[in-house]
């Protein structure tokens, strides 16, 4: 794609989410961002990875700096890679064929900026056929930086039969920052293969974020992604894609705890290619405060028998937050079994008293069922990375107000 | 040990109860019969202070203080606690999990969950969200075994029996003795005969709710024989004709 394409990209707003003006914030150099510890642990712990992050990370990013020294070797004794994408590309001829196909950069301004302004920083993973990654692969992208725009590029491989289990935490210091985050995100799950996705997201009230997902999954194989978002953000619109093949299967599991005034914009999308292939999206909102979430979700039937399922749930807290629930199912196939299930209301009363009944206060009442309410078990996880969202979500449940 | 003194319950501004007295003391059972719409919910939920049930009038006393006025999970903690006649299914809720919580905020012993549960036969039920998915009488024996489970010093059961099969109410009843026999008081709303037979030795007393308030309190001689009889609306109309 030539220069003056992704110029003019540059000021394509996406259809979905308030458009932002890209020129708030400044690019980063290579190589820029320091490595405190006490920094990286304070956020970890807000995305409930624990504190001695720097040991257990199998990739960590803070701002431009890619802390290399921390990828795992064991992974590299079974053949996996994990570089930074630019390293890949320009070590691994091969790697080139997955770069920027499934996202194309003239998507939106944030595409555009990231192509052009991103030096392909960002992981790269790579699991050969046949291997099984059991224990999960933690990948961190954090900033620390004021007015900064972190544009992220990342490329996963799943080659026919393997298995990954990847966790991404991305966040900032509970502190303003006034910065942008962009990653896209192409996936690429082989044939048979399996690719957990677990991704917990803690940024701070001026934070502007947008990834940007497509994953495609081969003839037989499985994606599994779990979405958590709790902190305030300006705004976050993000709205992952992902085709099934053949045989193929997805879940893809959101929580979008929303809080302060912040606008978030989250979709999930599945477009059922191959016959025999199955979908479902499960979506849990929580509405705090003034902010406002439009929960978006779309199922497609191109190719049948298929099955595909939309269940999209929201909660109110309180007086001044909204929901929008907009499930979407599309057909083009007479075999494609599509439907959905979407309610919005408030904590029922009902429920407190049952609880109250049983010597729970109100709080902790309220607690429970929040926590009730956000727990969508995902026994395909991994146990520490269940162990991992379970803290979150009590975190995030603690925090219950009427 | 809890004690109801000239009573009155209302939903909001209608009047359902008036003048209730009652005296439960330790290791008592307590039944009360009363047709379907006679206040048997309105008076366990008024005395437990659930909304929208009130107690307008009268006193509730427990252990020497007056409780009247205590939010629910005050007296509960006390031990007094409430076994819903519907639990409401809680979604997301392990039913497990909130058992062991109840355990551990209650300091209960895990053999006596053990036995309960055994008894009881919730085992299956306990890897399910609260009350979610599960027909009548398994919700019965769960909020039953919940109930049981915190220990409470009076247990307020409301209508365990229904929808239960006779297997379950031997169960039940089985559960229920357990629980006598361990130190809790109770108050029964029950429908079954079979139950009240099931228990006959260990009740203390029967009371007839009719027409909002109770028109008879005697002993399980002096009332189950004639609802055997007369079947139970028609022994109820006439204890109440008696009064
Ligand atoms: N939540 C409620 N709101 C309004 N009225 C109620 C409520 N619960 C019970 N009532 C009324 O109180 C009366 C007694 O009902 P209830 O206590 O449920 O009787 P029982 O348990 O003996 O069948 C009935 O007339 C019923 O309509
Ligand atoms: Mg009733």
Redo the contacts between chains.
Sequence with gaps: MDRETLLKALNKPSPYGPDVDLSRFNVGLAGEGVLEEGEVDKISSRLGLGSGLLRKADYLQVNESVLSKFMREKLTERGAVVLPTSEALKKLDWVREYSWRLVKPDTDKYTAATKLYGNELGFFIYVPPGIKIKDPIYTCLFITRKEYAQLLHNIVVVDDGAELNLVTGCGVPDQPLGSLHVGISEYYVGRGSKLTYTMIHAWAPDMVVRPRTVVKVGEGGEYVSYYVIYSSVESLQTYPKVYLGEGAKATLNSIVVGDGKSVYDVGSAIVLEGKDSAGEILSRNLGRGSSLIYARSRIEGRAGPSRGHIECLGLIEGDNAIIESLPEISSSSPEAVLTHEAAIGKISEDLISYLLSKGFSEEEARAAIVKGFLNIEEPKLPQQVREVIKRTIEYIASKAVG | MLELREVDVAVGKRKILSNINMVVKPRELHVVLGPNGSGKTSLLNAV?G??PYEVIKGSIIFEGSDITQE???VK??KGV??A?QI??P????VAGR?AEE?MR??NVESSYAEVLSEVLEVRDLLSK??FDKMSGGEKKRLETF??LL?KPKVALLDEPDSGVDVESLNRMSEALKVALSKGTSMVLVTHSLHMLRLLRDHITSVHVLYGGTVVHSGLYDEVVPSIERYGFSGALTQLARMG
């Design positions: 437990m659930i909304k939010p629910p999970h509960a903690r606690v409430v819903y639990p409401p809680i979604k997301g809720l909130f109840l905020r209650f969200y609260l919940l109930t915190t």
